[in-house]
């Protein structure tokens, strides 16, 4: 008698999740991905991340353990409380520290705050308050950085976790310096999106803030220029005067000299015993209008030095844009093509599909081929074919640089600079020294220099020549980088003049122009 029949099925494995783990370490753990996140910039997007997230954590323990030190919050709730009582003359608004000097979107903007804060009693809830403001301006900051792709990603992790003084100045001191830059920074991410108005609105109002922002306005102004023309520059123009006259509106129709004179008060003499830059002077030589008019004249010598490269590095960045708006739409044509190519060739292969008994010979006769030749099976030859795609962000390096340039310029040749203001230009500075020819080294000791200087406090002769030295070092190879960039351009125009000339010669001594090989 025959035994009786059992249906067992052959036992077939499941496929345990650790096989998903040990793929994406065998991916992602490893020294090649690890050189990727640090050196390669278009790995930025991930990067960003991870720095974000750790900037989080690093403002929360600055909070809780490093003790808040009063400098100037509690003078700004004053000079609001009168505001909020009433009070629109602005020789009458005060606080411990001395009259208000900011425009009216600071007084509007730290007016919420007040409210926020239980009229300003509520400091550690300020103190979060810019933590989140310094984790917004991050995110700005890096998407410019991601978008050019200028910069090393390790470069930008060791700026961000390395200055104690920049995480002091948001989280530990409350300035109103940290408002006006992500404000600009907001801008500057706008423009380059092409979001004119809405850049215009957050660049006047970055001014109404403080007036330290204008120093990226005759960046800014040729960058209206070359993507709008004279009739869009106007427009935007109007833009920031008109807010600049709405939000003053309350000052201006009462006490007007008042306000101008209290707000944009371009000739206020800074106190010497707050300076970073100048303590190498003497008090009566720092406080002398000579002086000032002398770093005015120099400030404006510059930007005349520099003002015709920024002005071709703008009319690349619209050629180059321009170029973009013709080139994409046709690779997602093309790509849409592709799809639909493979889209067809699947369903050709379905309609056309072999039965069971077939494929089972088929891997059958393949199985025994394969131990017999003992060979690998061969890969597929319908491949899904790769997308067309052309990467064109980094022709944002040809404006960022242009204003980071700017500001730069008006900070190297300020009047006075006091720590608060570091933030004016230190999240431009990996950029703006990135764009040197200098070697790795070179670049890394003005970086740290800087900071050491800005971290020196009170300010030293040593520290204050030495933050000269590093910015005019800095200048001095971001010229030589501009320059050379403007030869090159001139000598592809030159070649491209001289063939035009050939081609021009050739028709009127042969009647018709010269065709190559190729051609024919």
């Known amino acids: ?9 052959p036992v077939t494995r499941r496929k345990k999740p650790s096989n998903l783990l040990l793929t994406l370490k065998d991916k992602y753990v490893n020294w090649n991905f690890i050189k990727y996140l640090a050196f390669e910039p278009a790995a930025l997007p991930i990067v960003a991340v991870l720095i974000v997230l750790a900037e989080a954590v690093i403002n929360v323990l600055v909070i809780q353990r490093v003790p808040y030190t009063e400098i100037d919050w509690k003078a700004y709730m004053q000079e609001c409380e009168g505001f909020l009582n009433g009070t629109t003359n602005y020789s009458l608004l005060r606080g411990d520290t001395g009259p208000l000097v900011y425009p009216a979107a600071f007084v509007y903007i730290y007016s919420g ?21 310094y984790l917004l301006q991050m995110c700005l900051v890096l998407r410019l950085y991601t978008k050019s792709r200028k910069v090393p990603p ?91 006259l709405l939000i003053g509106a309350p000052f201006l129709l009462t006490h007007p000299m008042e306000y101008l004179r209290g707000s944009f008060d371009l000739g206020r003499i800074f106190e010497h015993k707050w300076t970073v830059n100048y303590r190498f002077l003497s008090r009566e030589l720092f406080e002398q209008r000579e002086f000032h008019l002398v770093l005015l004249g120099l400030h404006l010598v510059l930007l005349l030095c520099f003002a015709k490269p920024t002005w071709t590095f703008f009319r690349s960045y619209l050629r180059l844009r321009e170029v973009q708006q013709h080139i994409v739409p046709q690779i997602l044509q093309k790509n849409r093509e592709q799809q639909n190519q493979a889209r067809q060739s699947k369903q ?31 890969e597929p030859l319908n491949q899904a074919p790769e997308k067309y795609d052309i990467y064109f962000e980094p022709c944002t390096q040809l404006a960022l640089l242009p204003f980071f340039l700017c500001n730069f310029i008006g900070v190297a040749c300020a009047r006075s600079l006091h720590y608060q203001f570091y933030i ?75 063939q035009q000339q050939r081609q021009e010669q050739s028709i009127l001594q042969n009647g018709q122009p010269k065709t190559s090989k190729k051609s024919q």
Not at 426 to 443: A, E, I
């Open 113 to 133: 705050l007040y409210y926020l804060t239980a009229q300003g009693t509520n400091v550690r809830l300020a103190q979060y308050i810019f933590a989140w403001i």
């Open 348 to 378: 050709q292969e379905e309609e056309e599909q072999l039965s069971a008994e077939q494929k089972s010979f088929l891997k059958a006769f393949e199985r025994s081929l394969q131990q017999s030749t003992d060979q690998k099976p061969a």
């Open 154 to 244: 390790y470069v930008l992790v060791l700026s961000a976790f390395t200055s104690y003084r920049i995480h002091s100045i948001y989280v530990l001191r409350l300035f109103n310096d940290p408002v006006a830059i992500l404000l600009l920074y907001a801008a500057l991410n706008l423009f380059l999106d092409q979001r004119w108005t809405l850049g215009s609105i957050c660049y006047s109002l970055a001014v109404g803030v403080k007036m330290n922002i204008l120093l990226f306005a005759p960046a800014l102004l040729l960058f209206y220029l070359a993507n709008l023309g004279v009739l869009g520059t106007l427009v935007q123009l109007t833009i920031c005067a008109g807010l600049q």
């Open 424 to 498: 004016w230009y230190f999240h431009s500075l990996p950029y703006l020294v990135w764009s040197t020819p200098y070697s790795l080294g070179v670049r890394f000791l003005i970086l740290g220099i800087i900071e050491y200087c800005w971290n020196t406090y009170p300010s030293t002769l040593e520290s204050s020549i030495a933050l000269h030295l590093c910015h005019l070092v800095l200048l001095v190879g971001v010229a030589r980088h501009v320059y050379h960039i403007m030869r090159l351009n001139a000598s592809v125009k030159q070649q491209q003049q001289q």
């Open 1 to 9: 008698m025959a035994p009786p029949r059992t249906n067992q099925r």
